[in-house]
């Protein structure tokens, strides 16, 4: 039982956590989204970074659309 409580958790979560964070984004001056993200993505992909297999990026642009939290982001690899 307890764990379809939880699966039906991780489904509200899913379901209804982009519509509930859609709003607090949109109220973070953009400066701070950039700050916030370009260090949470140089944490999560520092291995594969300080690896080189991400090099293929290099000297390129990456976009990234999350359209359920209404962001739009142009990366590149520094």
Known sequence: MSKSI?????HQLVVNGPKVL?????????ALQKKLLSELLARIFCEA???GDLDFLEDKWLKVVVTDLKINLVLELC
């Open 49 to 51: 970074i300080e690896d």
């Open 22 to 30: 859609s709003l607090p984004s949109a109220q973070i001056p953009f």
């Open 6 to 10: 939880f699966a039906n958790l991780h």
